[in-house]
T-cell receptor, first 109, second 115 residues
Framework: DVKVTQSSRYLVKRTGEKVFLECVQD?????MFWYRQDPGLGLRLIYF???????EKGDIPEGYSVSREKKERFSLILESASTNQTSMYLC????????FGPGTRLTVL | AQKITQTQPGMFVQEKEAVTLDCTYD???????LFWYKQPSSGEMIFLIY??????QNATEGRYSLNFQKARKSANLVISASQLGDSAMYFC????????????FGTGTRLQVFP
């Protein structure tokens, strides 16, 4: 079974903190993705990566950065968390279909 | 630009009945794929079904079928014999031929199955 894991299910941070969200997949997929999910807006793509050290901006990259040092790991970084980044964050990796991690619900106070 | 539209924010269905969740899409890509995902209250996204734009037949996976009408640009999900465990958010998504596996999602439909 494909497995995509995320480092935390729930996270609470304060405004201005640096936040790392980790995602690991075990299927040797080249493509990995970070989305945020907000009510009424569906899933929106933040960043994606199609190879180690390669990244591309998605639809809403502002306030985020990513790191892909190893094929299996794709990290999302909030350099200085803000309250409008309170959201559910979903990581995915893909062959033909995208396999999703369980999500991290981040609250920024 | 590609776009997915799900016009039903919420749907109710009685157990054992069939239900159709609507999805329309817009794309100029000559070839594309359409997906449906289920998201239960636990939060994880579960892949349900895939339809390629050149597939001759509508996709089916168990109780799920995709009513693909290319000329109308619609890809509705049909769930037959609904079960209580089908209660969840359902997302329609599209991938284009030029988009490096990027998925475009709709806003979702919340399905509630009642006894």
């Amino acid at each position: 079974d494909v497995k995509v894991t995320q480092s935390s299910r729930y996270l609470v941070k304060r405004t201005g903190e640096k936040v790392f969200l980790e995602c690991v997949q075990d299927m040797d997929h080249e493509n990995m993705f970070w989305y945020r999910q907000d009510p009424g807006l569906g899933l929106r793509l933040i960043y994606f990566s199609y190879d180690v050290k390669m990244k591309e901006k998605g639809d809403i990259p502002e306030g985020y950065s990513v790191s892909r040092e190893k094929k299996e790991r794709f990290s999302l970084i909030l350099e200085s968390a803000s309250t409008n980044q309170t959201s559910m964050y979903l990581c995915a990796s893909s062959g033909r279909e995208q396999f999703f991690g369980p999500g991290t619900r981040l609250t920024v106070l | 630009a590609q776009k997915i539209t799900q016009t039903q924010p919420g749907m109710f269905v009685q157990e054992k009945e069939a239900v159709t969740l609507d999805c329309t899409y817009d794309t100029s890509d000559p070839s594309y794929g359409l997906f449906w995902y289920k998201q239960p209250s636990s939060g994880e996204m579960i892949f349900l079904i895939y339809q390629g734009s050149y597939d001759q037949q509508n996709a089916t996976e168990g109780r799920y079928s995709l009513n693909f009408q290319k000329a109308r640009k619609s890809a509705n999900l049909v769930i037959s014999a609904s079960q209580l465990g089908d209660s969840a958010m359902y997302f329609c998504a599209m991938i284009g031929s030029y988009n490096t596996d990027k998925l475009i999602f709709g806003t979702g439909t919340r399905l509630q199955v009642f006894p």
